[in-house]
């Protein structure tokens, strides 16, 4: 029997590693159905996507939209402020603690069984990568 989980009293980083995983399935699943099938230049396309940079760039965009729910909202605030043990790699740190916060918000989308929402968020978020709202 399947355990109910609280995500509430989940880290911060749990809900990212999920939201994370849930998040490049649907930037390569995407990627593939536009033609991009050798793995390299899949995975090469997909960093523009999921780096810490264009997903904190798409919460400034969230924002400004208006698009989070109240409680979107809290998880990534739970999510960006979460104790990491990891240093940012290619980016600085306020940059990887707010990619931090977006990827919880796939987290618990994903944990709450909101699929339609999920669907559309991830949808929104490729179309702001792909009309380049998040250069800049």
Known sequence: MTEVVNYRELNGMTLAYLGDAVYEVYIRQHLIEQGY???????????????????????????????????????????????????AKNTNIVTYRISTGFEAIFGYLKL?????????????CIDQVESGRTEG
């Open 112 to 124: 709450t069984a909101q699929q339609e929402r999920t669907d559309w968020l991830a949808q929104w």
């Open 37 to 87: 099938t050798v793995p390299t230049k899949l995975h090469h396309h997909a960093t523009h996507f999921v780096s810490a940079k264009a997903q904190a760039a798409l919460i400034k965009l969230m924002q400004t939209d208006e698009i989070l729910t109240e409680e979107e909202t809290t998880m990534f605030k739970h999510g960006r402020n979460a104790t990491t043990h990891h240093s």
